[in-house]
């Protein structure tokens, strides 16, 4: 889900007569959806809704590729209306992409109250993202970035002494406020992360910090990686996506209210955690600080300019068909042959 493959923006003249639209559609489940919404516009007699709709599923069906991603639309014209309000209230729940919400649409299912009330399957991401809706589409903040920080540190400390926090993402790149909180975790002496994330979880879980959580298990190795399989964008590291149950510090008034049951003792935030190897650990540190945009481009130049493959677990070098080992982001930026940019200049 939130792999940062290469994902196309779609950029299309705006009127269906500049546009070459063949019989092949690769979007059908959205434009289906919006064909469906133009017949209900036009069946109850609003003509200009439904020639709204009808505009926004042409655009669509012009697209060389399937949409993946809300972000991809931002080019394409026609989509400006309720389509797209529609699309985004839908894709706005954690754990539901274009094609989920496309399918919905199709079954006539256009507002969070439809989706409740109609409940079609839900899987636990998605009851979980419908539940704290509003928690999750509203902006985590730096001090409660710190609140979760220290909820890890706390939770790391226990289950294994010594182990490392850092925050990485957005919050390290000195934003103020983000969609998520993100953490990596390791510890000093190789190996002793190895199994971290399982303990985590179920340390955080038993002390009621967990509304959600989803971990993948580590499944790297550099030998299988090997140059000739360029390692996909997607990383292998432990990881756990989770919705955190984080109490409101008292004094934060008013910032937890929510919902028809007034001021809440606690919110829900999205918190991603990451445990990697020490020896992996610059590697992972430059590809969980993100922008994503300047992760693509470091990768982009380290593939076009330097005959070099940049992941999150390591650097390889085509040329001298070996691996590039380094402890920091000044040492991995070193050997692409680029300037050291620290984080807060990495908003790209
Ligand atoms: P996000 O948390 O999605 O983005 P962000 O922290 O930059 O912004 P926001 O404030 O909205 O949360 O991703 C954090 C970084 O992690 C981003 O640079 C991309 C990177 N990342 C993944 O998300 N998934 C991956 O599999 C890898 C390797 C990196
Ligand atoms: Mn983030
Ligand atoms: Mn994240
Ligand atoms: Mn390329």
Redesign the pocket.
Known sequence: E???EEVEVFSTPSYACQRRTTLDNHNAVLTDALSLLAENAELSGEDGRGVAFRRAAAALKALPLPVTRLTQLGGVPCLGGHSLRVIKVLTGIFGVGVKTAGRWIGEGILTLRQLRDSGPTLNRAQRAGLRHYDDLNRP?GRAEAAAVAAVVEAAAGSVLPGARVTL??????G?Q??????FLITHPEEGREAGLMPKLVSWLDSQGFLLYQKTNSNSYLEAAEGPARPAS???R?E?CFSVFKLPEEAGRGGAGAGGEGGPRPWRAV?V?LVVSPVSQFAF?LL??????L??RELRRWAGHEMNMCL??HALYDHRQSRYLRASSEEEIFAHLGLEYIPPSERNA
């Open positions: 939130q792999q940062t985590v990485i993402g957005g919050f390290r790149r934003k406020t983000g969609h998520d909180v993100d964008n997607m990383d590291f990881r999205r991603d992972a590809g969980w600080t993100g922008s994503k300047f992760e992941s999150s």
